[in-house]
């Protein structure tokens, strides 16, 4: 990191990509090219998981070339004008993902959690029903930085 003055602690990062409303998941495909795309996601302890289509789609393409991801996630940001710059509070995560194939529902009951606390029965209720259509993938933290900039 090149400002080591904005660079914080693991535990710091941790709990920014923890409090963060959504990151980008990036890979790699075949064809070189970078894939970035914005999810919700969730944390428990050295996993991070998020939903998508069932087997389908450019993210579980990429997975199946290389499992090696980036995982980016800004808890807040805010642009201060006059003095032509941004106050940020950032993480991100190098690792490997995977389709996870058992225990999806403790995943998809954390981000329930997370995101749909006070709806959480009616949560239930949609994973019940769509779980034969849901995929989750499961990315396991390698490496994690964060920088703050107030």
Same mark, same amino acid.
């Given at each position: 990191?090149?400002?080591?003055?904005?660079?914080?602690?693991?535990?710091?990062?941790?709990?920014?990509?923890?409090?963060?409303?959504s990151?980008?998941?990036?890979?790699?495909?075949?064809?070189?090219?970078?894939?970035?795309?914005?999810?919700?996601?969730?944390?428990?302890?050295?996993?991070?998981?998020?939903?998508?289509?069932?087997?389908?789609?450019?993210?579980? #393409?990429?997975?199946?070339?290389?499992? $090696?991801?980036?995982?980016t996630?800004?808890?807040?940001? /805010?642009v201060?004008? @006059? +003095?032509?710059?941004?106050?940020?509070?950032?993480?991100?995560?190098?690792?490997?993902?995977k389709?996870?194939?058992?225990?999806?529902?403790h995943?998809?009951?954390?981000?329930?959690?997370?995101?749909?606390?006070?709806?959480? #029965?009616?949560?239930?209720?949609?994973? $019940?029903?769509?779980?034969?259509?849901?995929?989750?993938? /499961?990315?396991?933290? @390698? +490496?994690?930085?964060?920088?703050?900039?107030?």
């Open positions: 990191m090149r400002r080591k003055d904005r660079e914080c602690d693991e535990q710091t990062a941790r709990q920014i990509l923890a409090n963060a409303e990151g980008v998941f990036s890979t790699v495909g075949e064809d070189g090219y970078p894939y970035g795309v914005p999810v919700n996601h969730v944390v428990e302890g050295d996993k991070i998981y998020f939903h998508c289509s069932f087997n389908v789609g450019h993210k579980q #393409e990429n997975l199946k070339f290389c499992d $090696k991801v980036c995982f996630a800004v808890e807040s940001s /805010e201060v004008p @006059e +003095k032509r710059s941004t106050r940020f509070r950032s993480a991100i995560v190098f690792g490997t993902a389709r996870m194939t058992d225990d999806r529902h995943a998809l009951e954390l981000i329930l959690d997370k995101y749909c606390a006070d709806c959480k #029965e009616a949560g239930l209720q949609e994973i $019940k029903q769509m779980y034969d259509r849901t995929d989750v993938i /499961e990315i396991t933290i @390698e +490496k994690i930085t964060g920088k703050i900039h107030l």
